[in-house]
Structure formats: C-alpha cells, structure tokens
C-alpha cells in the first residue's frame, strides 16, 4: 500500500470499525492513493497498525471481497483487484420513484455489481416525458440499461407504458436492455427481465395467511385511487380475486381517514402514510394490533420488522442481485421474481 496512504479509525465515530476500513480502502482507490493491483495490509499487520481486533479487520476484508474490492493471493496476501478500466461496465439504472423499495433494490444492485461496474441513477417519478427524455440523452453512451416502467396517465392512474415510451424501449440494443419490477411491456426480441407479477403475487401471498385473515369480520384494502406515483391496479384485481375465491366480505379505501370507526377488521395498507395514521387510530383507541385490529403492509421494510408489522412484499435484495447476475453472465432470462408472506403481531 502507498506509504502516504493511512487507515483512519475514528474511535469516537458510531460507524461500526469494519465499515470505516471499507471505507477508507474505497476512498483510496477513488482518490488515487491506493492502486489496483496493489498489496494491502495482511489482516494481522492491521489489527495491530490500528488497534483493533483481528475479528473486526476480518469482516471488513471479508465484505470487501465479497464486492469484489480486493483478492487474496495464497502464500502472498490481499490485493486490490486487478480490473481494468476499460473493461468495467458502464449501467444506466433508471427507476420511477426514491422510494425505500427501489433504493433497496439499487443498493443490493450496486453491492452485488461491485467494482465490476460503474452505475448511474436516474428517476423520472413516474413522468412519460422524463423518462423518454432521459433516454434520449444517454442512449449509446452505457453497456446497460436497467428501466422500472410504471408511469402515471392523464387521470393519475397507474400504467405499464404507452406507445411513446415502448418506441422509445425499442431503440435500445436488446442485448443491453434489463426491464425490472414491472411485468415486460410489448417489447420485440429477447432481453432480460425480472418482475413481480402482482395481481397473483397479492393472490399467493393472502392465501398463505388464509387462516389468521378469516379471524376478522372484513379484509380492506387501502389503495390510493389517484396519485403522484400510482400503483398498479393489478394488485386491486389480485385481492378482489382472491376476496371472490375464498367468500371474504371485503372493501377497498382511498385513504385512512381520520377517526375511522374501527371495528375487527384486517387492513392492507400499501403507502406508508396510511399504516402510520391506522398504527395512531389504533394506540389512540386502545385497541390491540393483532387481535382487535389486523394490519398487513404492502413491501417489506426494517421498520416494519421492528415494529412487528406483517408483510406481503417481493424480495428487494433477490430482485437486485439477480439483476446484478443476469448482466454480469450476459443473460436473458425472464423471471418472476419471489413474493412473499411474513407473519408478525400485527395478524
């Protein structure tokens, strides 16, 4: 490693020690201070260098090959990976909304690409006219090209594409086009596509929960009939299908309204504003979550974790990784990516 180049650990910091280190090992590769193909301190000199303990220079180096950061070398030691820059891919990863969902995917995406590619954002929050323009700037200038289709119509309803948008798609070498989360729009050829099919995933997913979901007196889905960045209302088909099938006495809402007449009913709620104010009704109630009142949530979340909040979600981290997989072998797969039912007390 560069002599001029240090690990600072800084000991009054609440980032765990291990992070600091993969930090300041990619810092140093961005600012020029450590190279590829250089050696880096085995896991012992380390530890002791800067105090810490062998187990926490461990996971950074085992993070950090994971990423594909750096390489070890038996009988010689770690090595920053000797990649070279003409051969990183460049990506295009174009999603409709900065939701915690899509930010998940693109992390897991990021993660999984490693130093093996250079990934560029962009959002278009759910525009016809942002999105074509978006690729009109960049088209011939990446390897990829990673695009979420959900776009928002006259009426601010949820839809899949348009004639403009799917011209637009064509210009696109299909060797390099990567369709994610939505099911593929009537594009020619073959290409890669990972994507949740909901009107069946949400079918699926309440089935599993069947039992505990007839312990209430009505299913209500709270879907929000109009909005900046809509939802497919396939997910409104899948649940109405599924109410049909199993003899649910059901209903649909735009919104938790204020002072709800609660009753022993089960919600699933899909924004995140409509979860928080049904959670106040609740406490303000004194009703109990999980018995007086069901609550399912739509897309999977570590708060909901925390807060014991059941889910009905697709696999954010499958979803990004597999997309990570696909480009990296080059393959065009279509797949449906996993969906699926976690029970916590709030069912």
Request: with cysteine; hydrophobic share 35%; net charge negative.
């Amino acid at each position: 490693m560069a002599e001029t180049f240090e690990i600072y650990i800084n000991e009054h910091s609440r980032v765990p020690k291990y992070k600091q280190i993969v930090d300041s090992i990619l810092n140093g590769i961005d600012g020029g201070e450590i190279q590829i193909g250089e050696k880096i301190p085995s896991i012992n000199e380390l530890s002791e260098s800067c105090f810490l303990s062998r187990d926490t220079v461990e996971k950074a180096y085992k993070e950090l090959r994971k990423r594909q950061i750096i390489e070890s070398v038996k009988g010689k030691g770690y090595y920053i990976s000797r990649v070279n820059k003409n051969d990183i891919i460049n990506i295009f990863f174009l999603i409709n909304k900065p939701s915690t969902y899509k930010m998940m995917i693109y992390n897991y995406f990021v993660n999984a690409i490693g130093s093996k590619g250079n990934v560029e954002m962009y959002i278009y929050h759910c525009d016809e006219t942002l999105f074509i323009n978006s690729l009109k700037k960049n088209i011939g200038g990446f390897d990829y090209y990673v695009i979420m289709p959900h776009f928002r119509d006259e009426q601010s309803k949820h839809t899949s594409s348009t004639q403009e948008v799917i011209d637009m798609i064509e210009k696109i070498p299909k060797n390099k086009l990567l369709i994610l989360d939505n099911t593929k729009p009537n594009i020619s050829g073959e290409y890669g596509s990972i994507f949740q099919d909901f009107e069946h995933d949400i079918y699926d997913a309440l089935k599993e929960g069947l039992d505990k979901i007839r312990k209430y007196e009505k299913i209500i889905l709270v879907y929000p009939d109009k909005s900046i960045h809509p939802y497919p209302f396939r997910i409104v088909r899948g649940f109405e299908n599924f109410c049909r099938d199993f003899k649910l006495d059901y209903e649909i809402l735009d919104e938790i309204y204020p002072d709800m007449e609660l009753q022993k009913d089960i919600f699933i709620t899909i924004r995140e504003r409509d979860l928080v104010n049904l959670v106040k009704q609740v406490r303000q109630n004194n009703l109990k979550l999980g018995e007086d009142i069901g609550i399912i949530s739509y897309n999977e979340t570590p708060l909901k974790e925390l807060l014991g909040i059941t889910v009905i979600t697709t696999d954010f981290k499958a979803m990004g990784e597999s997309a990570a997989y696909m480009i990296l072998k080059n393959k065009k797969e279509s797949v449906n990516n996993v969906f699926k039912f976690i029970q916590r007390d709030s069912l």
